[in-house]
């Protein structure tokens, strides 16, 4: 009980509970320890920056985070505190804008690719990047097609072109590329049958494109592309398949209440359970080789639980979004005299 008047360590604390691995039962009692000490908190008589960084820290822990959205959150924080130094605050304001300028530049040549009208960087990792982003911005049309756009005649004839082409490699059909994960939805949807949680995530965690980006981010990223490596990833392992579920559970927590759209996991475990919306959103709300492809998938799962905290980020996007899509790409820090 010692602890509980460390606010500063107590909160350390609780962050470092995220860490643990699914079986450590004592991570999980500091996890709920530290919630419960945090949250009483409120009202008390700690300073002002402080109380930011708990408020901050319960509604969604920092290994949860978007790693970039956290540092410009936390570099306005640093600047009030009474331990700063102005010197490592320009540095780091410095290092923040210099990103955002190549992240504009980036997302400049990916306008001219999109409407046909320029050529992206031939540098090597500016290259990578950018081609990843072209592959969700096509995931994304397709994703489109199949849940809003095409009528079940449409999207069978269409599904029926992409599997004629037969060019897919099969571990590329096995980890997403299939369209048959996108159109088992649609089938459901127009023949009115839910189906059981375990069906829908069986489904779900292909269609939701995660495992054909994470295979593309390798594919992009690697020095040297291995068949053991190969071998590994077709293999659909945890590292793949939990941040792609994530990412799924994200985006069914935000756009489960869409009208019209295909039965997300919230409506799939309300059917079968016979609960309630909010009894089945607490079941759904999910506990969480070389670099640069191992950040890359609990990255994944970062951004969609930056893009779906609010509702509908993606599709609908919400104030906070497009404050976090200014901060990272149109609005630089203001820079003191260095």
């Known amino acids: 009980m010692c602890l509980c008047d460390d606010v500063k360590g107590m909160l350390s604390l609780y962050e470092a509970s995220y860490l643990g691995f699914e079986g450590k039962d004592f991570l999980d009692e500091v996890k709920a320890f530290t919630t419960k000490h945090l949250k009483a908190l409120k009202g008390s008589t700690i300073n002002s920056t402080l109380a930011k960084k708990v408020v901050h820290s319960l509604e969604v822990p920092f290994h949860w985070r978007s790693p970039k959205l956290e540092a410009r959150w936390y570099i306005d924080i640093y600047e009030g505190e009474n331990s700063m130094v102005p010197m490592l605050l320009d540095l780091a304001k410095l290092n923040y804008n210099i990103d955002q300028a190549t992240y504009t530049s980036e997302i400049q040549n990916l306008a001219r690719w999109w409407i046909g009208m320029g050529m992206v960087h031939e540098r090597q990792f500016g290259l990578a990047r950018e081609g990843l982003t072209q592959l969700f911005a096509l995931i994304t049309v397709i994703d489109d097609i199949y849940d809003i756009y095409g009528t079940l005649e449409e999207l069978e004839l269409f599904t029926n072109v992409v599997e004629s082409f037969g060019v897919n490699p099969p571990m590329l059909s096995n980890l997403g590329v299939n369209p048959l994960a996108l159109s088992n939805p649609l089938n459901w949807l127009h ?91 607490d079941h759904i709300n999910y506990p969480f080789l070389d670099e640069p492809f191992i950040s890359s998938a609990p990255n994944l799962g970062r951004q969609s639980q930056c893009i779906y905290q609010y509702g509908d980020g993606h599709g609908i996007p919400d104030q906070e979004t497009k404050d976090s899509i200014k901060s990272l790409f149109i609005e630089p820090i203001p820079l003191g005299k260095i």
């Open 191 to 281: 023949a009115g049958y839910t189906p059981t949680l375990k069906e829908y995530l069986e489904n779900a965690v292909v269609s939701i494109g995660g495992p054909f980006v994470l295979v593309s981010a390798y594919l992009l990223t690697a020095g040297k592309i291995t068949k053991e490596a190969l071998d590994y990833i077709e293999s659909m392992p945890s590292l793949i398949y939990n941040s792609s579920m994530l990412t799924r559970l994200a985006n069914d927590l935000g756009t489960s209440s869409r009208i019209g759209d295909n039965p997300k996991s919230i409506q799939c475990y309300m059917h079968e359970k016979g609960v309630s919306e909010e009894a089945a959103r």
